[in-house]
């Protein structure tokens, strides 16, 4: 008798600037994968899906994030201190949530995780006058002490448009989200990530935010769905 094998679990993440329309993507992906709708995929139902976030509620690093970005007003501050606590939390969060679901063949959708740590800490690093290869460098080294995820897909949009977006809920209070000029220089970062990162270690794919809901939401099943049946 053949066994059935069961397939692997597969994690990725969705990333960009804040107000971009990550949670947004992340929780249309999610209503998809859970859905009753016949055109999804069996493959995709033998997966239980996790869907969580960065910074975690699980870690003091992550608790004392929160507090930083409610409590700064200049974008610049602290930069290596929040990105010494973003690996802190990321390392934990993987430790005691991704690498466990990934065992039990989840599917793990991550709003936010490293490339934030690159686009923005690195912003942050530049600002403070840090020689911009050295701050770079200084991310990359953190980075290849955690595990990557399949790929990452990168939501561009530009800053004023997701300032609007944040003023319209309420929202564009914290730390990073107020200043138009430092998010637009975020948005940059991600993009220049592409050529920067080393291809094979990190799969990066950028959809513009800029378009339907929708749209994102189809653009972005259709690289998931490239990168699961390419494993
Ligand atoms: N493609 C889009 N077009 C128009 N509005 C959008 C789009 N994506 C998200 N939004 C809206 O923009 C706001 C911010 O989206 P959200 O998903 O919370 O962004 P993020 O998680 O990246 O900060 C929300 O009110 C959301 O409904
Ligand atoms: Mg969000």
């Not at 995929?41 to 899906?49: Q, R």
């Not at 690159?118 to 980075?143: G, N, P, T």
């Not at 595990?147 to 448009?161: C, G, L, M, N, Q």
Request: aromatic share 10%; hydrophobic share 35%.
């Amino acid at each position: 008798m053949t066994k059935q094998k069961l397939p692997r679990g597969l994690w990725f993440d969705i990333d960009g600037i804040d107000g971009a329309g990550k949670t947004t993507l992340v929780s249309l992906l999610h209503r998809f994968f859970c859905g009753l709708d016949d055109s999804v995929k069996m493959e995709f139902k033998k997966h239980p899906i996790v869907h969580t976030k960065e910074p975690t509620y699980i870690t003091e690093a992550g608790q004392n994030i929160r507090r930083i970005l409610q409590t700064d007003s200049n974008p610049v501050e602290n930069g290596e201190l929040l990105l010494n606590l973003y690996f802190e939390d990321r390392k934990i969060h993987q430790d005691k949530l991704i690498t466990p679901a990934l065992e039990q063949r989840c599917l793990v959708i991550n709003d936010r995780g490293e490339l934030s740590s690159f686009a923005y800490q690195w912003e942050q690093l530049k600002q403070a006058e840090i020689d911009q290869e050295k701050a770079f460098d200084m991310i990359f080294e953190r980075s290849q002490k955690v595990k990557r995820p399949s790929f990452y897909i990168v939501i561009d949009t530009p800053a004023d448009i997701a300032i609007e977006r944040m003023r319209r809920e309420g929202r564009g209070t914290q730390k990073f989200e107020k200043d138009l000029a430092f998010l637009e220089k975020v948005r940059k970062n991600y993009l220049e990530l592409q050529v920067k990162l080393p291809k094979e270690k990190y799969n990066i794919k950028v959809i513009s935010g800029n378009q339907q809901k929708e749209q994102v939401f189809q653009q972005a099943l259709a690289y998931f769905k490239g990168e699961y049946y390419k494993r």
